[in-house]
C-alpha cells in the first residue's frame, strides 16, 4: 500500500453553516478538548471515555454512563466530527476525528475552548432532538 504524501494533501473546504455548528456541537459536548486532541493521532475507546475513566483522562466534565458517552458520541457522528474505527471485522467501539473535526481541533489547540452560550446550547439540542439538517 502506498504511503500518503502528507504534503500534496489538500485541505477539504465546507460550508460556514456547517462549520458553525461542528463547533457548537463540539463546545456543547460532555466531552473537553484533551479527547478531540487524542483523537488528532490516535483512536479512542468508548472504554476510555465512559465513566471514572473519562474524568481520570480528563476526557469529560463529568463521570458518563457507557450510554450516555456512546449519544453524545453518535450525534458528533452524524454533525461529522467524529467516525466510528473499522477495523478487519467490522465497526469497534473506537472512534476518530474526521477530517472536519481535525480541522476543528487543530485551529482551537492554541486558544482557549469556547464556552457555550445558553443560547448555543439551546439551538445545538433543538437540532439534536429534531436532527434538522443546519
Not at 504534503?7 to 458553525?20: A, M, R, S, V
Not at 480541522?103 to 439540542?125: K, M, S
Amino acid at each position: 500500500m502506498p504511503a500518503v504524501d502528507g504534503q500534496n494533501q489538500k485541505t477539504l473546504t465546507y460550508p460556514h453553516g456547517t462549520i458553525k455548528r461542528a463547533k457548537r456541537s463540539l463546545f456543547c459536548s460532555p466531552f473537553n478538548l484533551i479527547l478531540f486532541t487524542a483523537m488528532l493521532s490516535e483512536r479512542v475507546a468508548l472504554s476510555e471515555i465512559a465513566g471514572n475513566s473519562g474524568i481520570h483522562k480528563g476526557y469529560t466534565k463529568r463521570p458518563l454512563s457507557e450510554l450516555a458517552a456512546e449519544n453524545a458520541l453518535a450525534w458528533l457522528i452524524q454533525v461529522g466530527v467524529l467516525r466510528r474505527e473499522v477495523d478487519g471485522q467490522g465497526i469497534t467501539d473506537s472512534f476518530r476525528l474526521t477530517p472536519l473535526g481535525r480541522q476543528i481541533v487543530e485551529e482551537f489547540q492554541h486558544q482557549p475552548w469556547t464556552t457555550p452560550t445558553w443560547g448555543d446550547r439551546f439551538l445545538n439540542a433543538v437540532i439534536r432532538w429534531f436532527r434538522l439538517p443546519f
